[in-house]
């Protein structure tokens, strides 16, 4: 409430957030969590939490009053309709050059993700983050944060015959015979609830063209795991529909943190502020950046470093979709949760790593959809417009071209081979690559730059960095496992050192 003073506060509820409010609620802290978007717990009208892809409602996007669906066209044609304006779990946010989807509400990118729970390459890891102690992250941080969020492996002989993932071993078996390796992915997602809907014996959710926009059923949300732990401590609250707006040192110590109560219509209802001893931010790699540099450009933490604010990347995130032969039917029947990519990363003059994705239509339409990572050099920095006191990215699409070029140098095989083509017909005008969006944004905030090596801001005690902001721009594979691992390696050592 307005006044109220905390003794930890963490803003956003995805994985950093998660992670923190587990750690400090076991150290006996109490901790209140701030997040933006809804709760998430109570059934619509149509007794669905979530909708589906198929049938948008107001429910699907962050207040707007269109969807903004990543594949938006299909024969060309705009695929995309109006919904009520409403704070709904998925926002696509739109920067000059680049759509950064995002999830919005108690969970996170965790209440819209594909649920695909993979550890980046060691070598490549200790690449990106040279600080930190590769030994420690894969003998304890990783495994602590799989345990922890619900991993578990598909059963590779049901994956064989199960119908809904037919599209799946189409486009494996074509990568195999073009010559590139292919990998099974962990997921999220309970695989024995995915069997019992294939079987037909409990609702359909992955099944049931449910991912983007929220799962019903099946997944294992953070709101089902490391914040319900934390829930369970009797020592979390998580305060819902509040937007944080402002950080600052306050006169008593520790720091004033604003805040906006929205309702549905992301209209503000209440400005409350309260002060906390520690303040976390874990508004995702977009929130936090965009909070820190405003802060800074304001006055209101004015001695945070140039770094604040840069190192950002997309994770080299590029889609493509191939359209298959007739006789090569990828299945009217899709799961929402991948299972399966293409493993290219050893390719020196241009490493991918290809998530096969679905393509949850309800119809057969020969469509074969990949999410391709690449080592994509570029970066982008946030800057502060004094003039509307908005946050800008200042990433170019011409930027991902790298990333179209790795890509192609798979998929134009796989191509040859196959004697397939590219649909051109997905992404607008007579587009072959989705290059102008991103699931995957990282950096702004880099550990061991803008912050110190275990994500503390310089200067400012009790301020620290928690989520995906701290890694620098890539991690060559589906990154929220290596947000949260970081997260728990981080976290520990602060509630050693800094806290109590
Ligand atoms: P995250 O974005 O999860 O959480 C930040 C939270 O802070 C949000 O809930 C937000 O609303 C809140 N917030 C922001 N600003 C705020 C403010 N000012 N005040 C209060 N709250 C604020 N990854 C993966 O590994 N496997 C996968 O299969 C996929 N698939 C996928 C699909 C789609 C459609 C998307 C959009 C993303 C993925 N991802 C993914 C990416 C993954 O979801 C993402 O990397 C993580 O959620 C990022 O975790 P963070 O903790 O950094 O932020």
């Known amino acids: 409430d307005d006044g109220d003073h905390v003794p930890a506060l963490v803003i956003g509820s995805g994985y950093g957030g998660a992670v923190t409010a587990l750690r400090l609620t076991r150290a006996g802290i109490a901790t209140v969590v701030v997040e933006m978007g809804m709760a998430w717990n109570t059934a619509g009208p149509d007794g669905r939490i979530f909708c589906d892809m198929l049938n948008p409602d107001r429910r699907s996007y962050w207040l707007r009053t269109r969807t903004d669906q990543p594949v938006g066209y299909f024969l060309g044609i705009d695929a995309n309709k109006p919904i009520g304006r409403y704070t709904g779990v998925l926002d696509a946010e739109r920067f000059a050059g680049i759509r950064v989807y995002q999830g919005r509400g108690v969970g996170g990118g965790s209440l819209v993700n ?45 994956f064989e015959t199960a119908d809904c993932y037919r599209y799946a071993r189409v486009s494996r078996d074509q990568a195999r015979a073009s010559g590139f390796a292919t990998t099974f992915l962990g997921n999220v997602y309970d695989f024995d609830y995915m069997k019992q809907e294939q079987a037909g014996t409990v609702t359909r959710s992955a099944l049931g063209s449910e991912v983007i926009y929220g799962n019903n059923h099946g997944k294992r949300s953070l709101d089902k795991t490391y914040l319900a732990a934390a829930a369970a401590t009797g020592r979390l609250s998580i305060t819902a529909q509040h937007m944080v707006t402002a950080v600052a040192p306050a006169s008593l110590g520790g720091y004033a943190v604003t805040m906006n109560q929205l309702d549905t219509t992301g209209a503000t209802i209440a400005v409350k502020t309260v002060r906390a001893d520690r303040v976390f931010f874990a508004a995702g790699s977009v929130g936090t950046s965009k ?108 930027q991902n071209q790298p990333a179209v070029t790795a890509a192609k140098r798979v998929f134009d095989k796989i191509n040859k081979a196959q004697l397939t083509v590219y649909r051109s017909d997905l992404f607008g005008g007579d587009k072959v690559w989705g290059d102008d969006f991103t699931y995957h944004p990282l950096g702004g905030c880099v ?42 390696r981080n976290i520990e050592k602060v509630i050693a050192t800094d806290v109590g």
């Open 447 to 488: 550990l061991g730059q803008a912050t110190d090596d275990y994500g503390r801001l310089p200067g400012y005690p009790g301020l620290y960095v928690m989520d995906g902001s701290l890694i620098p721009g890539s991690t060559g594979v589906n990154p929220f496992v290596t947000i949260t691992a970081l997260a728990e």
């Open 114 to 158: 594909g649920g695909i729970a993979v550890l980046p390459r060691r070598d490549y890891f200790a690449e990106i983050l040279p600080s930190v102690d590769v030994t420690a992250m894969y003998d304890t941080y990783f495994p602590r944060a799989t345990a922890a969020l619900g991993v578990n492996a598909i059963d590779t002989a049901w």
């Open 291 to 398: 909070l820190l540099v405003a802060m800074r450009a304001q006055g209101r933490l004015p001695d945070l470093p140039g770094a604040v604010g840069q190192g950002w990347g997309n994770n080299g995130n590029v889609m493509v979709a191939r359209a298959q032969h007739l006789w090569n039917t990828t299945g009217a029947l899709q799961s929402g949760m991948p299972a399966m990519g293409i493993d290219n990363w050893a390719d020196p003059a241009g490493p991918v790593f290809a998530e096969i994705a679905p393509f949850p239509a309800g119809a057969e339409l020969w469509i074969s959809l990949y999410l391709a990572i690449t080592k994509n050099p570029n970066r982008a920095g946030f800057a502060y417009d004094s003039s509307t006191g908005t946050v800008g990215l200042t990433w170019q699409t011409a």
